[in-house]
């Protein structure tokens, strides 16, 4: 499966943004989902996962309360909202994809996951 992220831009703190993942080649229906992104100087982490139905999410500690992962399977495309941005949300954002996924499968290790789109920039200013 090939991913493409797109949505990113540049936003001031406390705005809004909605990042979408497409995904071509193959079903995304039959992989587990996740948002994982990098900022300057730091390592990827993890943003948002969701399961293969998309009944099962979860997020990272920083981003808890805020953004909002979702899948559309008949759209083939999965989205990040992310609401309430902070200066320290500032990264390139991934989306990926891992195959073999169990339907409610939320999987964790960043290693897991073997298709990556190449990234969208998000940029908040204070």
């Known amino acids: 499966v090939q991913l493409q992220a797109s949505g990113g831009g540049l936003v001031q703190a406390g705005g809004s943004l909605r990042l979408s993942c497409a995904a071509s080649g193959r079903a995304l229906s039959n992989y587990g989902l996740g948002w994982f992104r990098q900022g300057p100087g730091k390592e990827r982490e993890i943003v948002a996962l969701?399961?293969?139905?998309?009944?099962?999410?979860d997020y990272g500690d920083p981003v808890k309360g805020r953004f909002t992962i979702s899948r559309d399977n008949a759209r083939n495309a999965m989205y990040l909202q992310m609401n309430s941005l902070k200066p320290e949300d500032t990264a390139v954002y991934y989306c990926?994809?891992?195959?073999?996924?169990?339907?409610?499968?939320?999987?964790?290790?960043?290693?897991?996951?073997?298709?990556w789109g190449k990234g969208t920039l998000v940029t908040v200013s204070s």
């Open positions: 969701i399961s293969r139905s998309g009944r099962f999410t």
């Open positions: 990926a994809a891992k195959s073999n996924a169990i339907s409610s499968g939320i999987y964790y290790n960043i290693a897991d996951y073997g298709a």
